[in-house]
């Protein structure tokens, strides 16, 4: 029975498994296999580094010092990871603009 309006467990858990695959997938040439695990300045470099339409909100975030350098890789390898469970082949700028609000919101309690 689900309540609140949420997804089936055997749903999110299939959307899960779809996305290791595909960071799997994707990260098969290298020591990596999920975007957790990517070291951010492969994340910056070709062919991995997102246009700047993209990035505007995490780049404006790390000028004006909201973001550190670090930050911003865990905000990337997010992104990602949300660009995984929706499916797309890339994160675009809203995965990466809700990345920033969960880094922002610090600890939420459970």
């Known amino acids: 029975m689900v309540t609140g309006g949420g997804e089936p467990s055997a749903a999110v858990a299939e959307r899960v498994a779809g996305a290791r695959a595909a960071q799997a997938e994707r990260w098969a040439a290298t020591p990596w296999r999920l975007n957790s695990h990517v070291p951010g300045a492969r994340l910056r470099r070709t062919p991995w580094r ?17 973001l550190t350098l670090r930050g911003y890789d865990r905000v990337l ?21 809700q990345a920033l609000t969960f880094r922002s919101q610090g600890a939420v309690a459970a």
Request: charged share 30%.
């Open 50 to 66: 997102l246009p700047g339409s993209a990035t505007v909100d995490i780049d404006r975030a790390l000028d004006r010092g909201g």
């Open 77 to 97: 390898r997010v992104g990602w990871t949300m660009a995984d469970l929706a499916g797309r082949s890339s994160p675009g700028r809203d995965d990466l603009g």
